[in-house]
């Protein structure tokens, strides 16, 4: 029983930060429609954490990769993804789609 009051108060104290970190969750989202990123463009806050879902329109699975900032995900056909990215510091930064370098490539721009 002596341990139920400092028990309860060290999970009211941890759900409180989960409540803070999930408020400041900044989301982002890129398609991938013929092979092209849309936006191909995408402007991000600078040294923050985001999470960058990624949804793939195609008929044909693609590989989000960025050598710049480390990441690198298969996203089914027809199916999307989710990853965190950064804190970048400000910069342009790319990423492509590993199975068509060639014709898929975007920008990412920390500000």
């Known amino acids: 029983m002596r341990y139920l009051v400092p028990f309860s108060l060290l999970i009211t104290a941890l759900l409180a930060n989960y409540a803070v970190l ?3 969750d900044l989301s982002f989202a890129l398609s991938l429609k013929e092979h092209k990123f849309t936006p191909s463009q995408l402007t991000i806050p600078a040294d923050k954490r985001v999470k960058l879902t990624i949804k ?4 044909t699975p693609a590989e989000f990769e960025s050598q710049n900032f480390k990441a690198e995900k298969v996203v089914p056909a027809g199916g999307e993804v989710s990853l965190y990215i950064g804190p970048l ?3 342009t ?3 492509f789609d590993d199975f068509h370098e060639d014709e898929t490539k975007g920008t990412l721009i920390a500000k």
């Open 56 to 59: 793939n329109l195609d008929s």
């Open 89 to 91: 510091k400000a910069g």
């Open 22 to 24: 999930a408020a400041d």
């Open 93 to 95: 930064y790319g990423f």
